[in-house]
């Protein structure tokens, strides 16, 4: 398995972020590692995503994604940038292609069984499925599973640590990601005592749930 897989297979939680400013990166990833979670999927949606990611990079052992990425063109921003891996909402025939040629690992977004299908076709087993709880939650994860048994899928959209065990208690699900982690407004406020306190939180859920 990929080693970015792996990592995450390892810490079953992805903090997905959403950051307004490039002074935060180095802070939130120092407060990520920290608090037992060195990972980020920096999504593409602020002007300052890209030097987010760059920033992160220079934070030892911890390990950048781009989410987000719906234009071929955003997957060599961020890989330049550093990122490690590329996340999509969905699945483009495009943005696979160009992370092919790039050699970098996708992880396409699905919330329907024929876009699975379409995914593992393409050679994607390690799957988002989004948004997770509008699509039918743990449940739809379990039903997916049954017809495709290679799929490893990351639950991400409307998922809280309420919801953390419902998924992470089936094997099919290799990680849990969301915002409720690093929430945007407590980034941009710089409350990384909330964010500590909350991802430590889950850290100690997913210990009790191995
Ligand atoms: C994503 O970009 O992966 C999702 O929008 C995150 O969803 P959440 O904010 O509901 O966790």
Redesign the pocket.
């Known amino acids: 398995m990929n080693d970015v897989l792996e990592f995450h297979g390892r810490h079953r939680l992805v903090p997905?972020v959403v950051v307004d400013r490039a002074d935060r990166a180095w802070p939130l990833a120092e407060t990520l590692s920290d608090a037992g979670l060195p990972s980020a999927e920096v999504?593409l949606r602020t002007p300052a995503a890209l030097s987010v990611i760059s920033a992160m990079t220079a934070c030892p052992g911890f390990v950048v994604g781009a989410?987000?990425v719906v234009r071929p063109a955003q997957v060599e921003q961020a890989v330049a940038a550093g990122a490690r891996y590329v996340v999509s909402?969905g699945f483009s025939a495009a943005v696979d292609r160009e992370c092919r040629q790039l050699g970098v690992l996708l992880v396409p977004g699905v919330a329907t069984a024929t876009e699975l299908q379409a995914a593992l076709e393409a050679g994607r087993d390690v799957v988002k499925f989004?948004p997770a709880a509008a699509a039918g939650g743990a449940a739809m994860v379990a039903a997916l599973s049954a017809p495709f048994p290679s799929a490893r899928f990351v639950p991400?959209?409307?998922?809280g640590a309420a919801e953390l065990g419902d998924y992470l208690r089936l094997t099919s699900v290799l990680a849990v990601?969301?915002?409720?982690l690093a929430p945007r407004d407590a980034v941009d406020s710089g409350d990384f005592e909330r964010i500590a306190r909350d991802v430590r939180e889950a850290t100690t859920l997913v210990e009790h749930l191995r």
Not at 177 to 180: H, Y
């Open positions: 997905v999504t989410g987000t909402p989004f991400t959209g409307g998922i990601g969301g915002t409720w």
